[in-house]
């Protein structure tokens, strides 16, 4: 099978809205295409992949299995912190996304990889371990549970450094993860991250104990992601 090639944006700091419709646009031209090519396979197109690299503005999303009583916060104190709220079409329970944090959202046809939803998850975690442990963090996957941790072994120490949640349909995906990266982390006391009453969060600026250079960051998760997947950047 051909080496895959992936197309790289980075948006900067986008609302989440603006970018939820964008995903969604891309995301649908995917699927309208792999629906064209199934029905007229004498003129197939080869479909896209989309990388996206993003930063919101303060915003918490609901997906799918959440519970709403997991956001802590009433109306009136999310608009005193400029946060907004969205329910939305991804796996998984609630979770903050703001400055500091890298977001990632693959909109990838898994044809061209593989065809296991599984397998796509724990190949993001790892593209964040390898990242982290660039900076000396050792990232760790707990079992039951998605995301990276650290401490993830010692359940009375493990904290939350990415979260992740995707949308998954004819192969197609979308949404992604976040990796705190200098993220103000007290938005997620207004919040019970990811529906998990019992352990923290941390980025990682808090675990160094000073800010790092996002640009950087956003480079080597690139690169991880480039190896893990093994794909191209288009």
Known sequence: MNTPTVKYRDLGRIDYKECWDYQEQLFKEIVDQKIFNRNHPE???ITENVLLFVEHTPVFTLGKSGVETNLLASDEELNHRGASYYKINRGGDITYHGPGQVVGYPIFDLDHFFTDIHKYLRYLEEAIILTIADYGIAGERVDGLTGVWVDGQ????????AALGVKCSRWVTMHGFALNVNTDLSFFDLIVPCGIDDKAVTSIEKELGAPVDEAEVKAKLL????NVFDFEIA
């Open 43 to 45: 003129a197939a197109k």
């Open 154 to 161: 010692h359940p009375e120490k493990a904290r939350k450094i």
């Open 223 to 226: 690169l991880n992601l480039q």
